[in-house]
């Protein structure tokens, strides 16, 4: 604590001269990145009420909120729906603010002002929002806004957890952005408490599911691997439910027994990449349908550079790379017909 206001201080003083040798050594690697960092807003639940943090040049803004500013409690999401409507699917975000943008703005899911534009149709992130980008928390935050307003509209916006979702909440943090050791410092607070249990997107998270059934699609981030239905039921709220769970177990406690490998482990639904790699032929698919009773699944997780169809429009892979930041695409579910978009907002059916 001493640390960060020595630092507040510091820049304080040296606003108007350039900044601080300490500083200067210290964030050496990035010239100047003290001052022009920018994140927020964090939003902890505290005794007295909701404390809203934000980081504007290298400084840190605290703030107590109006009590019901923000939910507090979010129960589980619920596994299944039906719908007439259209759904849109993407993956893989990875702290492309900008990018997402862009592509949903296109796509018209939203308007020019950030705003739910897709009426009563589904939205699914089928996970990865955290790690490698530097706009993480802008995402976030903007996924919950437009859940709010589908929501209001009759719509829904699903976003699923993937395997970065689980890393980040496990304190795994090989793949944040280095502008995250800035913010956890300049607020005190260890990067994964950021999204820890007393704050609201910390909560938020908690009640999302992994995987997620929508007509006669499941959704989920790696995979529905043989190996995975072969010890669970085709329960997706007792699925859903165990993962929610495990978010608060220690690895070392998971790894005690058989649990870690069948719900962390390659052939897990959150790092499964059989589809791609493991020369499935179309009756083993066909199979695996059966097993979760749908006719096609949509993953995440392995990279392309569209939204492709593997099997014969069975499986749908809707990570079209967004992570390098250039370009991304969504897939549009309607009436049984599929197609994907483009960032540039044109559709092409398969
Ligand atoms: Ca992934």
Redesign the pocket.
Known sequence: MIKIRVIIILSLLTISNGYSQEIEKRYHSVPNAHYEHTDGPYVFIEKNGLIEKTIKKGMVFSRVLAAGMYDTVFPPEKSTYHTKKNIVALS?LHGQYDLAVKLFRNNKIIDKNLNWNFGKGHLVIV??IFDRGDKVNELLWLIYKLEGQAKNEGGRVHFLL???EYMVLHNDLRYIHEKYNLTSELLNVAYNDLYGLNTVLGRWLRSKSTILKINNTVFV?GGVSADFMAVNDIDFDTINDIMRKSINRSKKEMKATDFYNIYYGDKSLIWYRGYFKDNLSETDITNLLKMVNSEHIVV??CSNEEVVPLFNNKIFGVDSSIKKGKYGEVLFIKNKKFSRGTLDGKKIHF
């Open positions: 893989d996970g990865d993937g395997n970065h981030h995440g997780h």
